[in-house]
DNA sequence: GGAGTAACTTACGTCGAGTAACTTAACCCG
DNA sequence: CGGGTTAAGTTACTCGACGTAAGTTACTCC
């Protein structure tokens, strides 16, 4: 087999078993027996088991990636584009819990897998910051940034808190409470006033990939 | 040594050397050299490894919690707690720097250890859901527990943020920021809006711990 | 047709979590 | 006073998992 064909088999093997089991709990044993090679193979390709947990989640990076951006795509009003951006950050995690599972249960905050999920956050700040900043009044230019660092936690609390309590809430009810909080603010809430999209935000509904459910 | 004192003096010992060097590079080899028992006593006490950082962890919950609970003696008014609260959440954490970097940088979100974490995020949901949910209008109430995570997790990331890019940000300015963001609400932002407390907010300090600036 | 290289394997070194068996010493009670 | 029980602690070990060295097959390219 050829080594960008290994590369993908041995990442996907990973990035399942790690999802499965837990990172800690799989041996680099286990996933060489998974994907039918033998042990020397993995570190040939990634140089040890933290490597290997980093190329997947640079893999996982990149689709997510290109996810947020292809959704943006003709998107340029602010508003509209946050709540482009959120669906399509929620959308993602929800198709690929396998994936985010990975990220986030193994959330080392040091070392060189942590730098990587990092960056992941950092392109996401810098996007938001981007959307608040220019709307801000000159003296709160420097908070956008801080703005950009609260949404993206709270994103993250909201997947687990959905995952955990409320597996039924679409990515679109998350993000429209996401920005009820932030966006129109606790204060108008509780006037019952709700964010509402900008002009008609266009259903970013991209037709599922047909999975019918079984009977 | 009686076993209550060698007890706490272990778990002073882990703290101080999981902050230090995180918790995977760290052997209890080393911890035992370091208190000076062996490596038995260890075990003996906490049972494993992961048992040691859950002792940490829950040692650290309490404290934390009691800070909180401390501040918020005599406050009725949920403005007023909100901000009080948080200043205190903020403050702890900026007066127990080793203690809070064993909490996340150490955050696998899997095993005993990670529910021992996620203990002390329900204690402050359940707080910060009961501030919100007594003023949301009575269709909005299901929306208190996710405010709740949603403001959690900004706190957690404005910590990191804080502590990579600006120390010089004191517990109050990142309460007040916060607020900006989920009280006001990012569209009173825009037009140059601030959270302020509410009434007069009673200064929140207990007289820092006289730490004169050396020479 | 032989040399070099790329994919791959067996067999091993090593380090750290966790444990079994033993030692010391204090305390209790007749 | 003296033996037994209990609590604190130590030495010396097993075992499992990361990581590696050396060797094997098979394909390609002069």
Chains 1, 2 share one sequence.
């Not at 609260?150 to 998350?174: D, F, H, K, N, Y």
Request: charged share 25%; glycine share 6%; hydrophobic share 50%.
């Amino acid at each position: 087999m050829t080594r960008p064909e290994r590369e993908a088999q041995l990442l996907a093997v990973a990035e399942q078993t790690f999802a499965e089991r837990g990172f800690k709990t799989v041996s680099m044993d286990e996933i060489a027996e998974r994907a039918e090679i033998s042990k020397p193979v993995l570190y040939d390709h990634f140089g040890s088991k933290d490597g290997l947990l980093a190329a997947v989640v640079v893999r996982i990076r990149t689709e997510m990636r290109e996810a947020v951006d292809g959704a943006l795509v003709g998107v340029d009003e602010p508003d509209q584009a946050m709540w482009v951006g959120l669906v399509a950050y929620f959308r993602f995690i929800a198709d690929h819990l396998n994936a985010w599972s990975v990220l986030i249960t193994e959330n080392a905050l040091t070392g060189p897998v942590a730098a990587e999920v990092e960056v992941i956050r950092r392109q996401q700040a810098d996007l938001i910051a981007a959307l608040a900043g220019v709307q801000l009044p000159p003296e709160d230019a420097g908070k956008a940034h801080m703005f950009a660092e609260a949404v993206i936690g709270a994103c993250e609390r909201l997947v687990l808190l959905q995952r955990a309590t409320s597996p039924e809430l679409t990515p679109e009810a998350l993000a429209s409470n996401l920005l009820d909080f932030f966006w129109v603010g606790f204060q108008r809430l509780r006037k019952g006033e709700r964010w509402a999209p900008p002009a008609a935000a266009p259903s970013v509904e991209p037709s599922p990939p047909a999975a019918p459910a079984p009977a």
